[in-house]
């Protein structure tokens, strides 16, 4: 490190460049809210066209918390059909799109999805509840950012 003239400090890599990490596979938990179309937006601009990208919806019902995959009940069918609509309209625009739908505690299974994917960037919404809210129902995105050991991008409005 070394001084700057204005005060700041400049950072000195051994290559003398600067070297900028193109992420390649980039990971989306959607939780069909307000803030999908930001956290999608954010993610693609991370990644670009030449990145491939996984859509991640968790579904949390009692019985997706009991049975996994084995339910198959209105809601996963609306959650998979949702999921589905995101990632046909990426491809339309020219980008390489997965999705996956997952079962239980969003907490545990988003870093499962992420990890197993192979993720080096996994990008979600956070709804910001304050206070109370917080300690009662805890929170996703710092579970979840514990559990990975990937960046995470998290996306507010």
């Not at 956290?39 to 670009?48: M, Y």
């Not at 995101?86 to 999805?113: H, T």
């Not at 300690?135 to 998290?154: C, E, N, Q, S, Y």
Request: hydrophobic share 40%; glycine share 8%; with cysteine.
């Amino acid at each position: 490190m070394s001084p700057l003239p204005h005060g700041g400090l400049c950072w000195q890599s051994k290559s003398k460049s600067m070297e900028v990490k193109a992420y390649k596979r980039i990971a989306l938990a959607i939780d069909f809210s307000p803030l999908d179309p930001d956290t999608i937006s954010n993610a693609i601009h991370q990644g670009g066209k030449d990145a491939e990208y996984l859509l991640i919806h968790v579904v949390e019902s009692a019985g997706a918390l009991v049975m996994k995959q084995d339910i198959l009940d209105l809601e996963v069918n609306s959650d998979q059909q949702n999921l589905e609509k995101y990632a046909a309209e990426l491809r339309s625009r020219g980008f390489n799109v997965e999705a996956r739908i997952g079962f239980g505690n969003p907490k545990r299974e988003i870093p499962d999805m992420v990890n197993s994917y192979d993720a080096d960037l996994l990008v979600m919404g956070a709804h910001g509840h304050k206070g109370y809210k917080d300690l009662l129902f805890g929170t996703t995105v710092d579970a979840v950012r514990h559990r990975v050991k990937i960046p995470v991008l998290i996306v507010r409005k």
